[in-house]
């Protein structure tokens, strides 16, 4: 499956940019503030509801990837109607994906799916198939499984342009936790974490049961006090807590290296990534910047690499990183246009 086209309409600076063409690798070009980091972070965004909705999360997690006092166009918040940033995302299956989807979903297709992402006030994605003829309305009624047959075929891994101190550090660390998050479904694991659970709430009981009687001489209605750790944050801590040492002569926590040391390390674990992923695509906001010329080209000849196995895309002002042998896999952005 890749990903053959993009659309984004009222994102940030982004009032249109209709189907994006997006090949093995592609180069979204321009000058600065002219809305390069707005398309690979819409993209972005909308691959991540997609993801949220196949988990049956939309309601809870697109807060997260999209808020519409933030990325719904400031200019246009005080209009009546037309309120909703809309991305479109257009798939192509081979041969093997189209049998699979078919026995999956129960529909048949010309080799190609389209998910439509709308997002309003409310921040609530409504996720919709278009498709023209009877069977328009049953795929958007079974969006939830789309979506999931989609996510389990294609995933993005996404680097933007800051990439110092907290930025740097929550791109690699996020990495970090998606692949911890496999051993939620081990034995061992799940074995493992009910003891702590066990040995922590002995204690938090026995704190709560110290608690009980001084609240009730303020409040004599006070029948139990209770103390506990929810599930996900208990498992979210075990996953978090990383420290990232590089040794260069001088073993240091990556925090207090160089912007260029963090900007590559997260690119170079982005690598490692996309090697043991499923189709990743891979959007990398100015992967120029903090490096030196040298450092530049032998990450263009790294980013070419991962481009074998992976649909990457690139936004960048720098020459080097234009793609010379064929001109459609460069787009060039301009005053909020692709």
Request: glycine residues 4%; contains cysteine; aromatic residues 6%.
């Amino acid at each position: 499956m890749r990903l053959v086209s993009f659309s984004v309409t009222n994102y940030r600076s982004i009032t249109t940019a209709h189907k994006i063409s997006l090949g093995q690798y592609t180069v979204l070009l321009g000058k600065n503030n002219e809305g390069k980091s707005n398309i690979s972070n819409a993209l972005n965004c909308a691959m991540n509801i997609l993801l949220a909705h196949s988990k049956k999360m939309a309601r809870m997690r697109s807060h997260r990837e999209y808020d519409w006092e933030r990325d719904f166009p400031m200019q246009l918040q005080n209009r009546k109607n037309s309120l909703q940033s809309r991305f479109r995302l257009e798939f192509v299956l081979n041969e093997n994906e189209l049998s699979e989807f078919h026995k999956i979903v129960g529909s048949k297709l010309n080799g190609t799916v389209t998910i439509e992402i709308i997002v309003g006030p409310n921040n609530i994605a409504e996720i919709r198939v278009p498709k023209r003829g009877k069977n328009a309305t049953a795929l958007t009624q079974k969006s939830d499984i789309i979506a999931k047959f989609i996510s389990e075929r294609i995933s993005v891994n996404y680097i933007p342009a800051i990439r110092t101190e907290n930025a740097a550090l929550h791109e690699i660390r996020n990495t970090v936790i998606q692949r911890l998050e496999v051993l939620e479904e081990n034995p061992q694991y799940i074995e493992a974490m009910d003891m702590i659970k066990k040995l922590q709430q002995d204690i938090l009981d026995d704190i709560a049961a110290g608690l009980k009687q001084p609240l009730q001489e303020f409040m004599p209605k006070i029948n139990e006090v209770k103390l506990q750790i929810e599930e996900e944050k208990r498992n979210s801590f075990f996953r978090s807590g990383i420290d990232i040492i590089i040794d260069d002569g001088n073993p240091t926590n990556i925090e207090f290296k160089g912007d260029g040391i963090k900007s590559l390390t997260a690119i170079a674990l982005l690598k490692e990534h996309a090697l043991k992923s499923k189709m990743p695509v891979i959007i990398i906001e100015e992967p120029e910047a903090h490096l030196h010329p040298e450092a530049i080209n032998q990450l263009n000849s790294i980013i070419e690499g991962l481009s074998e196995n992976n649909q990457v895309i690139v936004t960048t002002h720098n020459p080097l990183f234009v793609v010379r042998e064929d001109i459609s896999r460069n787009i060039i952005i301009d005053s909020g246009t692709a």
